[in-house]
């Protein structure tokens, strides 16, 4: 995804983590074009991302992320667009508080870190970036991936998540958010 401005300036790192203040590093805080121009890259990234799950409507936009206690990471290739850099993709994470069903069907409270959104540029898609920024979120948070629930989960992410993490038995929910078999059985080791 290219933008008029450049975005190696703007995240000067190739994944960069952000939180509700918006700020990828130092050199932005305090310079209200900066934001600006990361707020117009998260908008569009949630615009596109909602598009290519068929969304009525973005779940991820800069005015939610400033609204919420999610973090996002966002994936660059610098060498791109003349050298300015393009956006690859984002994966958006959050802790939510769900009420979930065990192997025995059994109501059990959990607030397990959530996938709430997850996109790679379509022409860039099946190449790997995916896996990159996942596993740069897995280690970042120190956490398996059978440890997470996922929101509403896309049939590519559902195929992603077989084929890279052999995650396949799902726990039927009565709410939008998968969880694995996994997810119950190290609960029950951990406790
Ligand atoms: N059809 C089926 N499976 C796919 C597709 C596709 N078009 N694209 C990726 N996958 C899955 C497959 O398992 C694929 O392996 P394969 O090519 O051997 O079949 C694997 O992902 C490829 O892994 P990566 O290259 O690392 O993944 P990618 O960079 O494509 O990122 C992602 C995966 C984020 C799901 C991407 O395909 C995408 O943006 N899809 C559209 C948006 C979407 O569905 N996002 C998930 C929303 S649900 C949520 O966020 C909770």
């Known amino acids: 995804m290219e933008f008029s401005f450049d975005i190696n300036y703007l995240f000067s790192e ?3 983590v952000l939180d509700q203040t918006l700020v990828p590093c130092r050199k932005s805080a305090g310079r209200p074009d900066l934001q600006a121009h ?3 890259v998260i908008d569009e990234l949630g615009i596109a ?3 290519a799950q068929q969304l009525t409507a973005p779940v991820t936009s800069a005015s939610k992320m400033q609204a ?3 973090q996002l990471y966002l994936l660059k290739d610098c060498k791109s667009n003349g050298g300015s850099g ?3 993709g984002f994966l958006k994470v959050g802790y939510k508080k769900l ?4 192997l025995q069907g059994v109501h059990i409270e959990a607030e397990p870190l959530s996938v709430l959104d997850f996109y790679i540029v379509e022409n860039l898609q099946r190449h790997g970036y995916g896996l990159e920024l996942f596993d740069f979120m897995l280690k970042h948070k120190n956490l398996e991936p059978v440890m997470m629930a996922y929101d509403r989960p896309s049939p590519k992410l559902l ?3 077989a ?3 052999c995650l396949t038995q799902s726990v039927p929910q009565v709410n939008n958010f998968v969880v694995f078999e996994g997810f119950f059985l190290n609960r029950a080791v951990a406790q």
């Open 163 to 165: 084929k890279h993490y």
């Open 86 to 88: 393009v956006v690859v």
């Open 14 to 16: 190739r994944v960069t």
């Open 99 to 102: 009420f979930l069903l065990d």
């Open 38 to 40: 990361v707020a117009k």
């Open 159 to 161: 195929s992603f998540l």
């Open 49 to 51: 991302s909602a598009k």
């Open 68 to 70: 919420q206690r999610h």
